[in-house]
């Protein structure tokens, strides 16, 4: 009959123990990243340290990580990796630490001291090039690789990187970026699942405080997911003022998803932080871009409309073109408001800041009330006197917006 030995409370199991009996009788011993974890904490279980013999097991582990693999990038990773199959205790949360501190250091040199491996999707160069230039190694050279971890794990590595302070924060934010396309499901399509709400919330709580550290387009797509996934109002808060903060280098694509409601609070939280000239510029040309679009809902309530105009109104605009554009999309779809709301619809424009191109088609619409196109053809003979005699008046000068978007509605 053979005896069973109960080995259930040995951390690393049967391998690691494997590992410790062979050394007891002088077998040789093969440790790698994927098993010196579990080998060095069941060596500590089983006090295999230098109080009952000199060169111990515990001692020889610990020689063969620090002269190792916390000198190699991919086997810290893969040690952080294998410390998922043990429960969490004093000793194995000390090494996470060490192998931490190793990652952090490694993404935190100088790039020209890095050896690239041009892992993952990193583009390679023709290898029948007889003479190959070496290509600079980005400064995210390392966000692909941390994608391998668990979120409590890559939190970890995020804070002691962030740490340190010698990554930038746009670096950090191209980090987080490429982790929630990996690791969240639908992320990029924007149907993300309720059971990812933790995992985005903590992606959102790793966003650096620098202003653009994170592109306006992620901002956006973390807070549809936020709302979607029902997170703390903290949580959508932070986002809302992020996406404010860089709200003039947002996209109508990043903000078209929002109802009017979210987009009038991300315009107010803009104005409260007091922007400069051309930022206004910029983002009146994105919320004209925006109300063309949502004003296609025939849904779409005239309040709502004019709330998000007026916010808009004192924003300097070199052309109407945009909010004209928006208008007379609204009236389109809206062809049976009153007269009374009508007019204050096309209140908010000012027509001697149309283009040519947007005079005419004005004076050849028929939803604008008929005192506007007066408007547009009076403005438009003064223009035409100031050219002819050489005279300008600085109100009356516009510049047009030559997109493939500036095509006007039949």
């Given at each position: ?31 790698n990243a ?25 001692y ?46 490694t ?32 400064k ?28 930038p ?40 405080d ?20 029902g ?11 992020k ?57 779409l ?13 004192s ?52 939803r ?12 438009e ?12 008046t ?17």
């Open positions: 009959q053979i005896d069973e030995i109960d080995i259930s409370e040995i951390p690393g199991g049967s391998v690691a123990f494997e590992v410790c009996v062979k050394f007891c009788y002088g077998i040789t011993v093969t440790l994927y098993n010196v974890f579990a080998a060095r904490c069941a060596a500590e279980f089983l006090e295999m340290n230098e109080t009952f013999e000199k060169s111990n097991l515990v020889k582990i610990d020689v063969f990580l620090t002269s190792t693999i916390f000198r190699s990038w991919k086997d810290s990773i893969i040690v952080l990796k294998t410390r998922n199959d043990l429960s969490p205790n004093e000793f194995n949360l000390k090494l996470v630490k060490r192998c931490l501190n190793s990652i952090a250091s993404a935190s040199i100088d790039t020209s001291k890095v050896e690239w491996s041009y892992s993952y999707n990193r583009k390679k160069k023709n290898l029948d090039q007889k003479v190959r230039k070496q290509e600079a190694v980005p995210d050279w390392w966000v692909e690789d941390l994608c391998d971890l668990h979120m409590d794990l890559y939190k970890q590595a995020i804070e002691a990187i962030k740490k340190r302070g010698k990554v924060g746009f670096v950090i934010g191209e980090a987080l970026h490429v982790y929630a396309v990996r690791r969240i499901a639908g992320f990029s399509k924007g149907s993300v699942k309720i059971t990812d709400k933790s995992l985005t919330e903590s992606v959102i709580e790793l966003i650096p620098e202003k653009g550290s994170v592109s306006s387009s992620f901002l956006s797509k973390l807070l549809r997911a936020s709302i979607f996934l997170c703390e109002e903290t949580v959508k808060e932070k986002l809302k003022k996406i404010s903060e860089q709200l003039e280098e947002t996209t109508l694509s990043d903000i078209a998803m929002y109802d009017i409601d979210m987009v009038q609070s991300l315009v107010k939280e803009f104005m409260n932080q007091d922007p400069k000239t051309h930022s206004k510029v910029s983002v009146a040309k994105l919320i004209d871009g925006y109300l063309a679009e949502k004003s296609r809902d025939p849904n309530l005239l309040q709502n409309f004019l709330s998000l105009a007026e916010t808009l109104s924003f300097p605009r070199q052309s109407h073109d945009g909010l004209y554009r928006a208008i007379d999309m609204f009236l389109k779809e809206h062809s049976g408001i009153s007269k009374i709301e009508k007019k204050s619809v096309c209140g908010l424009l000012d027509c001697r800041k149309l283009s040519p191109e947007a005079c005419e088609h004005a004076v050849q619409n028929e604008l009330p008929m005192r506007v196109i007066v408007q547009v053809l009076f403005f003979q003064i223009r035409a006197n100031g050219s002819s005699t050489g005279n300008s600085p109100e009356l000068t516009t510049t047009t917006l030559n997109t493939e978007d500036d095509e006007w509605e039949p």
